[in-house]
């Protein structure tokens, strides 16, 4: 199995590294302005009982976030 490479990918209890962020999108951008930025460290907490949203926590913070606007973010994951 091949390691996941965008958010929307990555398992509950996970954590992983932003490596990229598309730009383009106005969701995007208030994602970017809460902090989700290349080089910040993200945990997906638990995915809704249909797989979304997903609650990330992203520098303290806990955030929900549908599946569409997280497979736009690249991720390079980390050892837990």
Known sequence: M???TKLSELPAGCSA???TV???RSSLTRLRELGLVPGTH???VRR???GEPIEICVRGSMLAMRNQDAAHIGIVEVAP
């Open 42 to 44: 993200v945990r997906v």
């Open 48 to 50: 809704a009982p249909l």
């Open 17 to 19: 590294v932003i490596a």
């Open 22 to 24: 598309m730009s383009g």
């Open 2 to 4: 091949t390691a996941p």
